[in-house]
């Protein structure tokens, strides 16, 4: 999926503790306020109504009363009053990704479409951007994201790899603390509900893209009644046996649907113009970019980034990256044309993200919710199996979807992860591109079978990772719009060509 995780503590509580925490809080939030201070924190560029708050929630649910942590939230406002019917909560991907940062660039557009039906609201989940974080104190090279990814070494050893996560691992258990152990989708579906208490509001609505639907499925799941219009927007496998490591799992055939976009876009004869063709017939680009990664794992190529080189596993991943989407084209043909120029003195431009490590606090996200929602399966020799078996079937993700991460070496979590039902009021609407990256169609069909009745899909025959308001495709942002706006849904499961 786009982006990637975060790390979570997480609590049993029975229904009817639940239930008492949840009637005290809200009481509190009431009688405080909500404990929202709202401030303006518009920035150019974004959008002019942009507000800023702070809203506190308990460490543990356990012990409400105990040690607290801060969430960074934002909101833009309706401005019709007389048309506002609710609070439309933006739920971000990742896991890792910053709400306030996707209101900031998605809000504009989304009040447009709404018409001022909502104010729109997010919140940095904790470990990201404004909220509170927390460190692994983790060594740059092993911070870099083509690190961080387990990528197999050039002759498919993981021996790296392995070492390099029990490293971290016991990096992040040494330094993380409590707060890192509090990084996952059980907890960030109680500060959702938290937040929903300080907003005054008995109900939310919700769009929730990539991460985001799962955490959107698992509060409508947790909280039925406290849903509704809720959009899933990019859905994954629920599988609650496997969760994250699904998600990676199925990343290896989401890339091999995708690919065969890129390679009509970069053989295309309208690409000739501006130097970016990239063969003369869409089947050969494929092993053109399998042949040059070859080539990088043999003799890394230096770039613009002194100490950095373009190897075949950062094109691997900057592949990876563009994938989620079209704009994303043109930035990865020139960096496969400027590795194949036969002239030593031209260098690769790496793409953001590669070119340099990871923040301490971002890393410690990237990875902490994944290992926290679930138990990873798998001995060493089994990954190694694994490995060899992905790198066969899937050659342009090389092995990494299979691949042993710090995940193998976390402490257990603390719960189980939710199961995914189809009971609850049928209020959701999924949509789902045909040829996703990260969060590929078959994973998709699996979170609407457990839906059930409760969901209608409406499936959208293009390539691309999220595709509300992002992928141009007009039939499908309008079945959104017209069910957050009206309440309608198709009547059954619909396609928009």
């Known amino acids: 999926m786009t982006t990637y995780a975060r790390t979570g503590l997480v609590l049993v509580l029975s229904a009817a503790v639940a239930a008492s925490l949840t009637a005290t809080a809200a009481t509190a939030a009431t009688a405080a306020g909500g404990g929202l201070v709202w401030t303006d924190c518009a920035k150019e560029g974004g959008p002019a109504r942009q507000e800023c708050a702070t809203l506190t929630v308990p460490l543990d649910y356990g012990d409400p009363g105990g040690e607290q942590v801060s969430l960074a939230v934002s909101r833009i406002r309706s401005d019709r009053p007389e048309a506002r019917r609710g609070t ?19 809000g504009a557009a989304l009040a447009e479409e709404m018409d001022g039906a909502y104010d729109l609201v997010a919140f940095d989940p904790r470990g990201v951007g404004g909220s509170s974080t927390a460190s692994c104190a983790l060594d740059a090279d092993d911070r870099r994201m083509v690190n961080l990814r387990s990528w197999p070494a050039a002759d498919g050893g993981i021996d790296e790899n392995v070492a390099r996560s029990r490293r971290i691992a016991e990096a992040c258990a040494r330094n993380g603390g409590e707060v890192l152990r509090s990084f996952s989708s059980a907890n960030q579906v109680r500060d959702l509900d938290r937040l929903r208490q300080a907003l005054g509001e008995e109900k939310l609505s919700a769009w929730g893209v990539s991460y985001g639907t799962y955490v959107g499925a698992v509060y409508a799941q947790k909280y039925p009644e406290r849903t509704d219009r809720w959009v899933l927007d990019s859905s994954a496998d629920p599988d ?6 699904g998600w990676m799992r199925n990343m290896a055939r989401g890339a091999d649907d995708r690919f065969p976009d890129f390679a009509a876009w970069a053989a295309a004869p309208e690409r000739e113009a501006a130097g970016l063709r990239l063969a003369g017939r869409a089947e050969d680009v494929r092993p053109l970019v399998l042949g040059l990664a070859a080539r990088l794992d043999r003799a890394p190529r230096e770039s613009t980034t002194p100490g950095v080189p373009l190897t075949g596993n950062v094109l691997r991943q900057a592949l990876q990256n563009a994938l989620y989407r079209d704009a994303a084209f043109p930035g990865l043909a020139r960096l496969i044309l400027s590795a194949q120029d036969p002239d030593p003195v031209v260098r690769p431009v790496l793409p953001p993200g590669l070119d340099k490590p990871l923040s301490d606090e971002d890393a410690a996200i990237t990875v902490g919710v994944i290992c926290n929602d679930v138990k990873w399966s798998g001995s060493v020799r089994s990954y190694e199996r694994a490995v060899a078996a992905d790198r066969a079937a899937h ?3 090389a092995g ?9 070496f976390w402490k257990a979590p603390a719960e189980k992860p939710t199961r995914i039902t189809d009971r609850g009021p049928s209020n959701i ?25 409760r969901a209608r899909l409406v499936t959208v025959d293009q390539g691309g990772h999220g595709m509300y308001l992002s992928n141009g495709n007009a039939c499908g942002d309008r079945a959104v719009t017209t069910f957050l706006r009206t309440g309608v849904r ?3 499961d619909a396609y928009c060509g």
């Open 490 to 492: 198709p009547e059954r």
């Open 395 to 397: 050659p342009l993700t």
């Open 240 to 245: 609650p046996k496997r969760v994250e490591q």
């Open 88 to 106: 439309l909560m933006v739920i971000p991907g990742g896991p890792g990704s910053s709400g306030v940062q996707r209101l900031s660039q998605r």
């Open 429 to 453: 609407l999924m949509i789902q591109s045909l040829r996703d990256p990260a969060t590929p169609y078959f994973g998709g069909l699996k979170m609407r079978a457990a839906l059930g009745e």
């Open 400 to 408: 990494l979807p299979a691949n042993i991460t710090p995940c193998s």
